[in-house]
């Protein structure tokens, strides 16, 4: 098979996804070697993410399944797109790219978001080419992680993303930058030692040899038959696997060999839960693992902030949902109660946190704490046991709402945190008891902010309500006493977003320093964040545009957990299914 | 379906939508619509009035198809149930998310009652729209506000926003419509917080003054009190029924079959029953989780045998009253969002604080529309509250009429009596909908909608005139301000209730306030022991009312001039302004009439969208209480009394009223020292103020510092620290590594140099020495061998 059999889908398609990672790496790559001005550097890397963001528009247009290679298949409900290449063979670890309902609006959001953020970078003049580097670089480690289905590689690209985003706040961050630069590091790193601990445990527990042939195809361990003839099955050089879909069907299969005791009367499953859920729930991030957020976003510089609350909180989401449950789903059971409640204790505490905040970026940063908890509490809210007769339907509303916040938290509070760096460049300051009466100077900043710390509110009409009601209503079925404290969260969030409105956009007149620098927001400025509230009322209006992609994939997640709680939690070891061969 | 019942919906779906696109376009090109966007005006008028023309050909589509059965007041409850259950249109448009059989939708449901309040809606808010023309023309040139200071103390001066106060409006007007065409109870929310945000908006329309912006924040922060209630219902409603539409929904399930899938209507109330209350299936399974855990685990392979022993369990789950405490929180809980919204104890004290807005906002939002949303929903609702439900609704409604009422008395600022009977009036429709008056309720809405409007736009009319909301500055305004005035006296007799009794003829209010009486009376006839409370209370809250509104009245228009420079000011105002007060005026006198010689009117038409009554109406948790039939209070043995005494008590608090304020006879004053404590009472608005201030908001305040401090001093700290910690071990590593580690490797060097330099001397070159050690050498190697030789071997053996 050649590279260059463009005749060939699954090699436009190797193109297309890699083409989508590592462009970005290439840019960087291209930027380090050919000399340029500053502003060459902006516009070319601003250019980069604009292709990509286009490629991966590509990736999401609506096809059927033989339509142009790479189109979405909408009804399907399983990995698409999937490409597999043999890239470390002595231990079974592959290039396995694909996309499904799951990751694909996440890379959506992480191209588009990069593409903004990018131009959101305009007013950064120290070390402009180390800057758009680095900047290239993260973008390859982000898309690269919600790519990937090889454990091993999305461990790689995990952490290729973590160094640039260490130098970019260290080195382009306000005044504390070093403290937030080491404190964010230091906590990634836990988590990323945790991942790899648990990644471990699993390759050496995993055994290929249990799983049928049909379901080695499906999970792309052997090409499917018929593709590619040259392919035709090449020997394992073990039984153990990375591959994130084979570990899948290992952890739900009865009789799982994640199910072996490994110390304290706790299974493997439970323990590889245990620590990949550490590591991501400190991503997300969730209380009291949070502390690295406020300081790394009051620290960063504006494009930066907005790519960390924007995508890198969502990677620890996608993690619990991608690699967490379905590889676990016996201790994700078993701590459905510590899960859902660790999202309530997240968005009642980022709530209030943010309510004492004088630091206009702290208290969005608290707040992105308080919405993410959503995120935990729906993926959490595992409400299919036998009392509700093994129902997934209102878990499946639950998770697609925990899904649904993830990319209206993704607009919302990039937009917040872009909002907040344009007046801190004008004024370079963010304490809120100096602000007051910006709307009569700047009003289409005024307005545009209203908008978008009104869909964080989670008004109607606009996207952050769709993800918290469909999150709450879901719950109730799990737990009436988690529903009822996350409901009271809409108070506590009215307060602090209309407490903030009140401070910094109404009132008389501007009370704080640089009074005459206050002008209205330039066409870039403008032009940056009109996108995201026209997108926060798109999916606050017509939700179906999102639902789209997402209820089949999750849906078809938790009917799988649903059924398995029903076929191999709840019955006895007697009465499994023999393990077939 | 026809195709005229396919476009009823439309007509109101456009209704709809109309204020909508105004709101659209006044956003984009409001400043450049005219002189400082003055046509901006025109747009959103022209939209709500077309709205409103749509409304009312959807009206008589309604009518032409649906005849208004002869008005019939003493008719039997079981006759009622055949002609009137499913008289209603409901669909969807377009779905929010579907899950599996859950789905949540923007539709519709549509029946009389949401047809005359989009008439109402649509109307006074044309009136309004109109007034406002004229109310808010200074808007169009710059603005001096002496109400926003600045740090050097001149006043504020800005441009006007006239277009802006438009858009709100017609986006206001969306939210509204949108609530009450809402086909289930997700949509509702959805424009229950739209409407709460056009309120914050317009609350704080003047937003460089901080009492605007606090104002707006409040009434969006105890509304959000009440919503969460609401989302708790909602839950409660959605988990135990599936569904949260209305009506029943028709679909086609994915093996290609029509079906029906029940409405919350048709689940709580459904046919096999004959629509009497019933805690649906899904409830019942909800609350008995426990035992059909057992049945599912003791079937385990079997699913169908265990579904059909589990449906087997339900009638006796039911019948032990498993589900029934589901349906009183969701009950519960959708009534607290009403009472956030309509302003009912405890959380009434946002709506006088909006009166910072400008006045025609009062009168659309606060008085005729918004406010009144809660008791639509609880009209709306009423299929699905319990006994226990509609009992805290009375005694909420109760409460509040009568606290609302007792603080008006004493208010000296005309928007803030307003405010405040507004409170009242609508705690007079929740006692009624409490009590089992659906009638007497939803049709005091619409009878309040009118008199209230007319009240705040003549109030406006005042103020716009003297430039103060001050009563105790005004007076004498009779003579100058004379269709102000005599409109302004129109609303008050009809919210007194004025009318004749015995003959039925009256203000709109007369009719609407009789039903509410005679409705408390008829409960006290079936519960006597408390019964009797509620009926005492709404009589004298007819007192209380005719008092505040005349001492109003007075204070305002008659005696003399307490402030020469504003009454030399005073002037009336322009007919954009007074039309719209007349056209008010006539419709509260005449809005509850029937049309001559016909059976068309409001109370039939709203007789209609009668929900099915209850033939035993006892609660499973309150079995004493009864909830009356209301045809029951029809009867002259309960109406009569209830006409008169009702009128007798208006009778003294005007009155009272004249003889304080009117004619002077008694001095206010002597009434306001010898009843100090009181006196102080009421002016603190009952001090609820303070109260949550020091029991709820300051506590929240002081835990989110906690919070905040513990992320900073707790886990910060501890993460410092363990940083910290982990330097100080490297540091003592790195101590310990030079002192011990790296000593010990130079002194193991050191001392093998050392051994090195003496061994040096051994080398001597003299080869005889050499073959010397040779030989001592080997002896002592063979003697040291044969000695671990024989060792070794000793330890064998």
Redesign the interface.
Known sequence: MSLFDFNDPQVVLTWLLSLIIFLPAAGALLLCLVPGKDGWCRGFSLAVTAVVFLLTVWLALPGGQGGLPGRFNLSGDQMQNMVCYAWIPSFNIFYFLGVDGISLPLVLLTSFLSVLAMWASWPITKHVRAYCVLFLLLETGMLGVFLSLDFFLFYVFWEVMLLPMYFLIGIWGGPRREYAAIKFFLFTLVGSVMILVAMLMLYFASDLNRLTLDQLIACRVIPPLGAGSTALVTPLASSHTFNLLALAQLGQSGGSPFQQILFWSHSLSWWAFVLLFIGFVIKLPAVPVHTWLPDAHVEAPTPISMILAGVLLKMGGYGVLRICYPICPDAGYELAWFVAGLGTLSMIYGALAAMAQSDFKRLVAYSSVSHMGYVLLGIGAWSAVAGSQYDPHYWQMAMNGAMFQMIAHGLSSAGMFFLVGVVYERVHHRNLDQFGGLFARMPVYGGLSMGIFFAALGLPGLCGFIGEVFVVLGVWSYSKVLAVVAASVVILTAGYILWTIQRVYLGAEYKGPHAEALKPMSRREVAIAAPLLAFAILFGVYPQALWNYITPTVNKTVTVMANWTANVKDHSPAVQEPIQP | MTANSNLIPSLLGLAWLLPLASFVLIVFFGPRMGKAGKHAALVATAAIATAFALSFAALVLWLLQNPLSAPNPGGHAAERVAAESAKALSGEW?????????RIGIGYYIDSLTLAMFCMVTFVSSCIHVYSIGYMHEELSEVVDPL????NGQP?R?RGRFCRFFQYLSLFCFSMLGLVLAGNV?MV???W??VG?CS?LLI?FY????SA??A??KA??VN??G??GM??G???L??GM?TLSFGDYRAVDTAGHRVTLPGIFSQVRPAETKHQLQVPDGMVK?AS??Q??RI??AH??D?RT??AA?AGQLRGWRSQGLGYGLLVVAGLGIFCGCVGKSAQFPLHLWLPDAMEGPTPVSALIHAATMVAAGVYLVGRFYPVFTPEVLLVVAIVGCITLFLAASIALTATDIKRVLAYSTVSQLGYMMLALGLGGWLAGILHLFTHACFKSLLFLCSGSVIHACGTNEMPRMGGLLKKMPYTAITMLVGCLAIAGAGVPLLAVGFSGFYSKDLIVAQALSFRASNPPFGGLFFYVAVIGAGMTACYIFRMWYLTFAGEPRDEHIHHHAHESPKVMTVPLVILATLSVVAAWNLFGTGYGLQPLLEQARPVEQSIAHGVFLPGVTMPFEHEAHVPQIHTPAELVAFLAALIGFVLATAFYGVRKWDPEDARRTFAGIHRFLVHKWWFDELYSFALVRP??R???W???C?QRG??WL?DHL?ISVAAVARFDDWFDRLFVDRLVNLVAQWTYAVGLRLRRLQTGNVRQYVMWLAVGTVMLFVVMSLYWNLALAAGM
């Open positions: 377009y779905a929010l998310g579907v899950f599996g059989p859950l926003a200071p600045l740090a504020l800005r997700a929310f959805v424009f917080e739209l945000i914050y704080g937003r460089e003054r901080t912006s606090n707006g924040n969006f922060i959000r009190v919503d969460f989302i708790i909602m839950m409660a959605w988990t599936g909800l989780r426990p059909i855990e599912v685990l385990r392979r699913t265990a579904t589990i929240v305040l835990i989110s510092g919070v905040a401090a992320d886990i910060d993460i940083a």
